[in-house]
């Protein structure tokens, strides 16, 4: 489709939906949604804004309970409502993913068994995007040269690289005490499954990286009962959310060398 008719799709759509819905979910605005057609008068929901503002460019239709993708594909939001904490975590609907509010600008200790804000993915969502094979991963992957040592592949979709460059350039700026917790990455790109899962880390997509693997917790290191630990600093943390990126430290499930670009979610 002609980019100014897709456009212009999209933003009708919204027009459509937004006036109709605009009663319903919760009020937040989002004000710099990067398509001018919406009305800051309106309330409409902040999971749609947010998906419209980072994945919109995906998107030929969005709609009350349906993503039309870009080669016409139609996806539903949310099949079902109700489902069970193994049922969000195997198989969610990208509406689910919104499910848990991740806890940007502060330190917590995750009390909560269910508390994993970014752990529930739909793989088909991040497939579409990113790649549904490594080769196809690969061919939009472009090399960064993490703290000025080390070559990494990340995604340029969606603006991933981009952001994890600001990101490179703001921690060079840190003190040599907190850079020796970025340095070496523990790695970025890898066509791979969670570790004891059948689903697709988002490595795979290459939009994660982990940080100096030293310095790191994860909850399967962990021998006896689980008890949640950490030892980045929260200054690292803060800059990486500051450019979209999540962190694997407000997982009840803990990755503290973990980030992961989920601008929809901060
Ligand atoms: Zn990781």
Redesign the pocket.
Known sequence: MEKSLFKKTIIFTLIVFFSCHNKEHNSEKIVDVNYEIIDSNINYPVFLQKLVKFYGKHFKVLDSNNIVWINGDTIELQTNPSKTSNELFNNPDIKDQFNTKYPTGKVIIPKDSCFDPGRIRNEDFFCRMYGYSKDEVYDNLDTLNWMGKQVIKVSKINGCIDSLKKINKEVMLLPDSIKEFLNPSAGCFNFRNIAGTERLSC?SFGI?I?INVKYSNYWRWNKGPYKYRNKIPYNIVEIFEKYGFIW?GNWYYY?T??FEFRPELI
């Open positions: 490595h994660a982990d694997g990755d060398m973990h």
